[in-house]
């Protein structure tokens, strides 16, 4: 069992936006944030949070706000997310805490001020006995409150307020932020964005009928469409989890199939010994390794040469791969 993933022994409580405050999250520690990626900054708010809380005896919880905040006030601004709400809470059900609350965000939670935002909102609707929040924390309308802010009015409140470090990787000290997870994915650096989560990076979503052509090819494929992301286009190692629970080791690609249409992106994602239907079922990928960039061949033989070589370096990537996996 990995640190902090000590789900045998709890259980693990959703709240969704609407949806009164359980009694088995009362008075609970919060983590307060967006989270996109869950990564190993974030994972320090959690640690901290669950600290916090066994030492007041009260259960640890994150609190956090779908739509995303950078979505509700630049809704036609494209958003790159790293995690969907679905999958934050697959991964914040594997670390240890008990509770996940989820508001949402909207036109009234964007005009509240500051104090309203501790007094009446984390202390009052939501009952919380304190927080923990990252350096960087802001808050309230216009972004008006600030971490010391915060504190101060969680002293009023009777709250107790953690404040949590940055945190940094590397010999460089590089900090470990969503938008670097973003970056390294842009390129194709799955390992690099792996190393800054500290788990293998996924999506989630339905397998949807296409146009058949990797099966006239020999390589037939879970096709899944993933809005607004900003993974680089090429060729992938990835590890698959199948609506079964079952996982499969496969390789996919994700782009336009420049050799045939330069359509929409999609992932295209080819499973070794495997063959049955998956149409709609809901399926998780978790990216491993990077093979190569995205490529327009000669022909359809061609590519069915390259093909080959892909799925092999694949399988070359993935056995020697010691990632942690969020999927079980």
Known sequence: MAPGDDTAARSFTICRPDVPVPPALTGAVAAI????????????LVESV??????AGRP?????????PRAYFTPDAPMFRLTSLAAKEIVFARLGLDGLI????????AATGARA??????????GLSGVVVGHDFHFGRGREGTPAILATLCREAGMSCHIVAPVALGSEAEPVSS??????LASGDVARANSLL?????????VRHGDKRGRQLGFPTANVMLPDCGLGHGIYAVRVRLESGRFRDGV???GRRPTFDDGAPLLETYLFDFSGDLYGQEIAVEFVGYIRGEERFASADALVERMHVDAAAARAVLAGDQTRSMLG
């Open 33 to 44: 944030g967006n989270f996109d990626g869950v990564h190993l900054g974030h994972r320090v």
């Open 179 to 184: 938008s670097a997870i973003r970056a390294a």
């Open 252 to 254: 996919a690609s994700y």
């Open 50 to 55: 669950r600290a916090a809380a066994r030492e």
């Open 60 to 68: 640890a919880v994150v609190l956090t706000f779908e739509p995303h």
């Open 198 to 206: 500290g788990y293998r990076w996924f999506v989630l979503g339905p």
């Open 102 to 109: 989820v508001r949402r965000f909207d036109g009234a939670l």
């Open 117 to 126: 935002f501790v007094l009446d909102f984390l202390g009052g609707s939501l």
